[in-house]
Structure formats: C-alpha cells, structure tokens
C-alpha cells in the first residue's frame, strides 16, 4: 500500500524556519518525482518544489532562495527545509509523488499545516 506521511509542520514566528518531512512506503519512490505543494486559503494548491531521485531540483519563485528541498533514497524521505518565512507562506503542505510520464500514478500525503504568524 502506497503511503506518504508529512510531519513538521506548526506555528513559527516571521523570520523563523520550519522544516517539513515526507515519509514514503511503497516501491515507487526512485521512480517518482518527489515535491511539495501547498495550499492557502481560499487558494488553489501550487507546487512549491520538486526534485528527482537523482538529486535535480525545481523551485517555485517565491520559494527560490528561502526553501530547500532534499532527498535521501536510503530512507525514502524527502525533506523541506523552509527558511524566512512570512505569513504568505501559511498553508497546507502537501507531500507528493509523481511517477508521470513512465508510469501513470501520482500520490498525495494528507497535508501538514503550516501557521506563520506576523
């Protein structure tokens, strides 16, 4: 069974960090494209970052500079490690999996919630 479970998240002040954590169970993790998206209020989910199995990585422009993601294939993790962080940045973070074009899956975490105050 395909699992994806975020952890990390909480209230941080302005300024502050939080980094976030994905843990997958399943075999699809070296094949997939890992990222985390997240959603705001009364907003559509956006991808934040991405990043491959062999270490290739994508940034939202918001998120270049301030945000990390990273990887570890050992322990089928992916990691968000999120630096200066503004109230803009309160959402619901999603871990996700996506295994598209080769293969036809995409996997979603159930999301962790992120509350920067100002």
């Known amino acids: 069974q395909v699992q994806l479970v975020e952890s990390g998240g909480g209230l941080v002040q302005t300024g502050g960090s939080l980094r976030l954590s994905c843990g997958a169970s399943g075999s699809f993790f070296s094949s997939s494209v890992m990222a985390w998206s997240r959603r705001a209020p009364g907003n559509h989910r956006v991808l934040g970052a991405a990043i491959t199995s062999s270490g290739i990585t994508s940034y939202e422009l918001s998120a270049k500079g301030r945000f990390t993601i990273s990887i570890d294939n050992a322990k089928n993790t992916v990691d968000l490690q999120m630096n200066s962080l503004n109230p803009e940045d309160t959402a619901v973070y999603y871990c996700?999996?996506?295994?598209?074009?080769?293969?036809?899956?995409?996997?979603w975490g159930q999301g962790t919630q992120v509350t920067v105050s100002s």
């Open positions: 996700n999996a996506d295994g598209r074009p080769q293969f036809e899956y995409v996997y």
